[in-house]
C-alpha cells in the first residue's frame, strides 16, 4: 500500500463521521491548547521577572546589614537587614581595597511623606553617591544626577523618579528647578529618570535619590548605610568579589567567625536563580494540569477508534477478503488515530497562542510562545495517536476475516 | 484450476467436534461456471471459505493453479487473495460513503498498483461488470441494488482472479434484478471465460450455471452438468 494512498484512505474515513471526529479532536485542541497557554503564561513570567533583575544593574552584588543582636550573646534576633551596621566608610574601604570592584554605590533609603504645593506622597528615599546610575542602571530622562560635589557640600538637590514626578507635580511636567519637601527639609529638583517599567520587586521609577550625606544628615541622622550595591567587573569575579568583600568587611568589623557576621551578601545570580526556581515549578505545575486534559483527550481518541473498530467491523473483513494484510489494517487504523491528533495538535497550538494573545492582551500577563513549547506539543500529540490509537489498531489488525465478514 | 483433495474441516467447540466438510474432493477447469448448493449448514460456506483462501482446512489439500494452498499462513492467504481470488458478497460489502472508483480499485490498492493503471483497470473493469460510465464517480450509497452488486462483481473482476467465488449473490435483490447480475456472471463467462463459482441455496440461481454441485451435511452428495440452463439475455 502507497504512503498517499494510506493518507487518502485514513482522510475519508476520518471525514465520513465529521462531528465524532470533530468532537474528538476537540479534546487534544482543548489538551495541546491549555499545555501551549499554561507553558507561555510561566515563560512569559520568568522572562518578566528576569528582567526585572536584570533592569536593576548587571554583575552587582548587594551588601546588606546582617542580624540585628542583642548585647553580647543574646538569642533574640530582628531579623535580616535590620541591623545598622554598615557604614560609608565600609563601601570606601571595599572600593580601595578590591580590585574587583568597579564601582561601589552606598546607599541609605527609607520611605518618607514628600510634599508639594497643593500634592504630596508617601514614597522611597535613596540617598546615595554619584556612581549609582552606573552601579544600577538608572539614566537620566531631564537635568542631571547627583553630582560627587553635591554629596560633599551636602546639597539639598533631588533626583525624581518619573512616578513621583507623575504624582508630585503632574504627567509629563518639568519639574526641574522646583522643590519638593521631604521630612519638612526643602529639597531642589534636579533631575527626572528615566521610566523602567513599574514592574517587578519594588517599582523603580516611583523613587527620590538624594545625596548620601544629605541623607544621613537631613533625614536619617545617622551614618549608617542601608545597602551597599558592588559592580563587578566581569560576571565572572562575582564569586571571588562576594568573597572578598566578605573577608574584607569581617575585618573590619572585627569578626573572627564568619558565621556571626553582621552584614550579607546577595549576589544578582542568586537572585535571578531562585526566581527561576520559582516560575519553573509554577510553569511544571500549570504545564501538568494542562497535560492531564491532554491524557483525558487521548482516551477519547482510543475510545473513537475502538467504537470505529467495531462499527467498521465488515469493512475490515472485506479488505482482508481483497487482500490486506495485517500490517496493512493495524497501519491504517493508527495512521487515522494519529492523524486525529495531529489536526489536534495543529488547532491546538493555534488555539494555544491565542489564548497567550488574550490573557496577555486582557490579563496583563506577559506571555512568551517558545518554539520549544510549539514542537513538544506536536510530539506529544503525535505520541498520543500512537500509544492511545495502537490498541484499537491491533484490534483492528487480529479480526478474523471470516468472523469479521459474517458481523452484523 | 481449482482442485479439492479430501478436504475436511472441524470446528471444535469445547470436547464438540463438528464435521463442516468430510472429505471433499473436486475439481473445476478453468472457464467453468458452477453453482455449489446445499441447504444452510450444509457446510457450502465452509467450503467457500476454503476456495477463497479466507481459511485452511483441517487436513487434506487445496490446490490453486497447481500450488498447494492448505498449509499456507494467514499472510501469505492474503496474498493468494489479492492476486487470484476475487470475492462477490451476499450484501455487496461496498466501501460506504466512497465513489464507485475507489471501491472497485481497493484490492489493486493493496496489491501496490500505481494510481492511474488501477483507475484504468477500474473503468474496464466496471464496464465488463456492465455499469454505466455515469454511475463511476457516485458514491456506493446513490445506487440501487443491482448496481452496488455490478460494483462488487467490478471488484471482484479488477485484479483478472484465476477464480470469482460469490456467495448468495441475488439473496438481497428482487428476481428481476438479481437476473440482471446473474446474466453478468453469464457474460463474464463466455466473453471473458471467467472461473465463477456461486454458492447458493436457490435452485433457481443454479440453474442458470453450467454444472452445480449438492453438497449436504458437509459432503458432495450429487455433482452434475446442468441440462436445463437458463441462458438470459444480455442487458
Redesign the interface.
Given at each position: 500500500?502507497?504512503i498517499?494512498?494510506l493518507f487518502q484512505?485514513t482522510f475519508?474515513a476520518i471525514m465520513?463521521n465529521k462531528a465524532r471526529s470533530g468532537l474528538t479532536i476537540l479534546g487534544i485542541v482543548i489538551g495541546i491548547g491549555s499545555v501551549i497557554a499554561m507553558v507561555s503564561i510561566g515563560e512569559g513570567a520568568k522572562g518578566s521577572i528576569e528582567s526585572s533583575i536584570q533592569s536593576i544593574g548587571s554583575n552587582l552584588v548587594l551588601v546588606m546589614p546582617g542580624f540585628q543582636r542583642g548585647a553580647g550573646a543574646s538569642p533574640v534576633s530582628s531579623g535580616r537587614g535590620s541591623a545598622t551596621t554598615l557604614t560609608k566608610d565600609d563601601a570606601d574601604a571595599i572600593e580601595q581595597e578590591i580590585i574587583l570592584a568597579k564601582a561601589v554605590a552606598p546607599e541609605v533609603s527609607r520611605r518618607y511623606q514628600v510634599t508639594t504645593k497643593g500634592k504630596n506622597t508617601n514614597t522611597q528615599v535613596v540617598g546615595t553617591v554619584a556612581v549609582y546610575p552606573e552601579v544600577r542602571n538608572v539614566q537620566i530622562d531631564l537635568g542631571s544626577f547627583i553630582t560627587s560635589q553635591n554629596v560633599s557640600s551636602l546639597s539639598k538637590v533631588a533626583v525624581i523618579g518619573p512616578s513621583t514626578r507623575d504624582d508630585l507635580f503632574g504627567t509629563s511636567t518639568n519639574p526641574i528647578g522646583e522643590t519638593i519637601r521631604i521630612n519638612r527639609v526643602d529639597f531642589k529638583v534636579i533631575g527626572v529618570t528615566q521610566s523602567k517599567g513599574g514592574s517587578g520587586f519594588s517599582n523603580q521609577d516611583d523613587v527620590i535619590y538624594v545625596p548620601l550625606s544629605t541623607a544621613q544628615r537631613f533625614l536619617a541622622g545617622d551614618n549608617y548605610v542601608t545597602t551597599i550595591s558592588v559592580e563587578a567587573i566581569d560576571q565572572n569575579s562575582m564569586a571571588s568579589l562576594q568573597e572578598q568583600i566578605s573577608n574584607l568587611l569581617l575585618q573590619r568589623h572585627n569578626i573572627s567567625n564568619a558565621s556571626l557576621a553582621d552584614f550579607q551578601i546577595m549576589n544578582q545570580q542568586d537572585i535571578v536563580a531562585t526566581a527561576s526556581t520559582v516560575t519553573n515549578t509554577f510553569t511544571i505545575l500549570l504545564a501538568s494540569i494542562a497535560g492531564i486534559s491532554l491524557i483525558v483527550g487521548g482516551i477519547g481518541i482510543m475510545n473513537m477508534m475502538l467504537t470505529t473498530v467495531t462499527e467498521r467491523t465488515?469493512?475490515i473483513?472485506?479488505?482482508?477478503?481483497?487482500?490486506?494484510?495485517?500490517k496493512?489494517i493495524s497501519v491504517q487504523f493508527l495512521t487515522e488515530a494519529v492523524m486525529l491528533t495531529f489536526f489536534g495538535g495543529l488547532l491546538g497550538i493555534i488555539l494555544g497562542w491565542f489564548l497567550a494573545f488574550l490573557v496577555k492582551q486582557f490579563a496583563g500577563i506577559a506571555t512568551s510562545v517558545s518554539l520549544s513549547s510549539i514542537v513538544l506539543a506536536f510530539s506529544v500529540s503525535a505520541v498520543i495517536g500512537i500509544v492511545f490509537g495502537y490498541y484499537p489498531a491491533q484490534r483492528a489488525a487480529s479480526l478474523n476475516?471470516?468472523e469479521a465478514?459474517r458481523y452484523e | 484450476m481449482i482442485e479439492c483433495k479430501n478436504i475436511t474441516k472441524i470446528y471444535k467447540s469445547g470436547t464438540v467436534e463438528t464435521f463442516a466438510l468430510n472429505d471433499v474432493s473436486l475439481k473445476i477447469n478453468d472457464g467453468e461456471f458452477v453453482a455449489i448448493m446445499g441447504p444452510s449448514g450444509s457446510g457450502k460456506s465452509t467450503l467457500m471459505?476454503i476456495l477463497?483462501a479466507?481459511?485452511n482446512p483441517t487436513s487434506g489439500k487445496y490446490f490453486l493453479d497447481g500450488n498447494d494452498v492448505s498449509t499456507l499462513s494467514?499472510?501469505e492467504l492474503?496474498?493468494i487473495?489479492?492476486?487470484k481470488i476475487g470475492?462477490v458478497?451476499q450484501?455487496y460489502?461496498l466501501?460506504?460513503?466512497?465513489t464507485v472508483l475507489?471501491n472497485v480499485v481497493?484490492?489493486l490498492?493493496?496489491?501496490?498498483v500505481p494510481?492511474e493503471e488501477r483507475e484504468k483497470q477500474a473503468r474496464v473493469s466496471l464496464q465488463n461488470a456492465g455499469l454505466d460510465e455515469e454511475h463511476f464517480n457516485h458514491l456506493s450509497n446513490q445506487l440501487s441494488g443491482g448496481q452496488m452488486q455490478r460494483v462488487a462483481i467490478a471488484?471482484a473482476l479488477v485484479?483478472n482472479p484465476s477464480l470469482i467465488l460469490a456467495d448468495e449473490p441475488t439473496g438481497n435483490l428482487d428476481t428481476k434484478t438479481g437476473e440482471i447480475v446473474l446474466s453478468t456472471f453469464q457474460t463474464l463467462n463466455e466473453k471473458k471465460h471467467s472461473t465463477i463459482v456461486i454458492i447458493t441455496h436457490e435452485p433457481y440461481v443454479a440453474e442458470h450455471t453450467d454444472r452445480i454441485i449438492y453438497i449436504r451435511d458437509g459432503a458432495i452428495i450429487k455433482d452434475e452438468k446442468n441440462t436445463k440452463k437458463i441462458i438470459l439475455n444480455h442487458i
Amino acid at each position: 500500500m502507497i504512503i498517499s494512498d494510506l493518507f487518502q484512505e485514513t482522510f475519508s474515513a476520518i471525514m465520513i463521521n465529521k462531528a465524532r471526529s470533530g468532537l474528538t479532536i476537540l479534546g487534544i485542541v482543548i489538551g495541546i491548547g491549555s499545555v501551549i497557554a499554561m507553558v507561555s503564561i510561566g515563560e512569559g513570567a520568568k522572562g518578566s521577572i528576569e528582567s526585572s533583575i536584570q533592569s536593576i544593574g548587571s554583575n552587582l552584588v548587594l551588601v546588606m546589614p546582617g542580624f540585628q543582636r542583642g548585647a553580647g550573646a543574646s538569642p533574640v534576633s530582628s531579623g535580616r537587614g535590620s541591623a545598622t551596621t554598615l557604614t560609608k566608610d565600609d563601601a570606601d574601604a571595599i572600593e580601595q581595597e578590591i580590585i574587583l570592584a568597579k564601582a561601589v554605590a552606598p546607599e541609605v533609603s527609607r520611605r518618607y511623606q514628600v510634599t508639594t504645593k497643593g500634592k504630596n506622597t508617601n514614597t522611597q528615599v535613596v540617598g546615595t553617591v554619584a556612581v549609582y546610575p552606573e552601579v544600577r542602571n538608572v539614566q537620566i530622562d531631564l537635568g542631571s544626577f547627583i553630582t560627587s560635589q553635591n554629596v560633599s557640600s551636602l546639597s539639598k538637590v533631588a533626583v525624581i523618579g518619573p512616578s513621583t514626578r507623575d504624582d508630585l507635580f503632574g504627567t509629563s511636567t518639568n519639574p526641574i528647578g522646583e522643590t519638593i519637601r521631604i521630612n519638612r527639609v526643602d529639597f531642589k529638583v534636579i533631575g527626572v529618570t528615566q521610566s523602567k517599567g513599574g514592574s517587578g520587586f519594588s517599582n523603580q521609577d516611583d523613587v527620590i535619590y538624594v545625596p548620601l550625606s544629605t541623607a544621613q544628615r537631613f533625614l536619617a541622622g545617622d551614618n549608617y548605610v542601608t545597602t551597599i550595591s558592588v559592580e563587578a567587573i566581569d560576571q565572572n569575579s562575582m564569586a571571588s568579589l562576594q568573597e572578598q568583600i566578605s573577608n574584607l568587611l569581617l575585618q573590619r568589623h572585627n569578626i573572627s567567625n564568619a558565621s556571626l557576621a553582621d552584614f550579607q551578601i546577595m549576589n544578582q545570580q542568586d537572585i535571578v536563580a531562585t526566581a527561576s526556581t520559582v516560575t519553573n515549578t509554577f510553569t511544571i505545575l500549570l504545564a501538568s494540569i494542562a497535560g492531564i486534559s491532554l491524557i483525558v483527550g487521548g482516551i477519547g481518541i482510543m475510545n473513537m477508534m475502538l467504537t470505529t473498530v467495531t462499527e467498521r467491523t465488515r469493512e475490515i473483513g472485506l479488505r482482508k477478503a481483497v487482500g490486506a494484510k495485517k500490517k496493512d489494517i493495524s497501519v491504517q487504523f493508527l495512521t487515522e488515530a494519529v492523524m486525529l491528533t495531529f489536526f489536534g495538535g495543529l488547532l491546538g497550538i493555534i488555539l494555544g497562542w491565542f489564548l497567550a494573545f488574550l490573557v496577555k492582551q486582557f490579563a496583563g500577563i506577559a506571555t512568551s510562545v517558545s518554539l520549544s513549547s510549539i514542537v513538544l506539543a506536536f510530539s506529544v500529540s503525535a505520541v498520543i495517536g500512537i500509544v492511545f490509537g495502537y490498541y484499537p489498531a491491533q484490534r483492528a489488525a487480529s479480526l478474523n476475516p471470516i468472523e469479521a465478514l459474517r458481523y452484523e | 484450476m481449482i482442485e479439492c483433495k479430501n478436504i475436511t474441516k472441524i470446528y471444535k467447540s469445547g470436547t464438540v467436534e463438528t464435521f463442516a466438510l468430510n472429505d471433499v474432493s473436486l475439481k473445476i477447469n478453468d472457464g467453468e461456471f458452477v453453482a455449489i448448493m446445499g441447504p444452510s449448514g450444509s457446510g457450502k460456506s465452509t467450503l467457500m471459505h476454503i476456495l477463497g483462501a479466507l481459511d485452511n482446512p483441517t487436513s487434506g489439500k487445496y490446490f490453486l493453479d497447481g500450488n498447494d494452498v492448505s498449509t499456507l499462513s494467514d499472510e501469505e492467504l492474503a496474498d493468494i487473495r489479492m492476486n487470484k481470488i476475487g470475492f462477490v458478497f451476499q450484501s455487496y460489502n461496498l466501501l460506504p460513503r466512497t465513489t464507485v472508483l475507489r471501491n472497485v480499485v481497493l484490492p489493486l490498492m493493496y496489491a501496490g498498483v500505481p494510481r492511474e493503471e488501477r483507475e484504468k483497470q477500474a473503468r474496464v473493469s466496471l464496464q465488463n461488470a456492465g455499469l454505466d460510465e455515469e454511475h463511476f464517480n457516485h458514491l456506493s450509497n446513490q445506487l440501487s441494488g443491482g448496481q452496488m452488486q455490478r460494483v462488487a462483481i467490478a471488484r471482484a473482476l479488477v485484479n483478472n482472479p484465476s477464480l470469482i467465488l460469490a456467495d448468495e449473490p441475488t439473496g438481497n435483490l428482487d428476481t428481476k434484478t438479481g437476473e440482471i447480475v446473474l446474466s453478468t456472471f453469464q457474460t463474464l463467462n463466455e466473453k471473458k471465460h471467467s472461473t465463477i463459482v456461486i454458492i447458493t441455496h436457490e435452485p433457481y440461481v443454479a440453474e442458470h450455471t453450467d454444472r452445480i454441485i449438492y453438497i449436504r451435511d458437509g459432503a458432495i452428495i450429487k455433482d452434475e452438468k446442468n441440462t436445463k440452463k437458463i441462458i438470459l439475455n444480455h442487458i
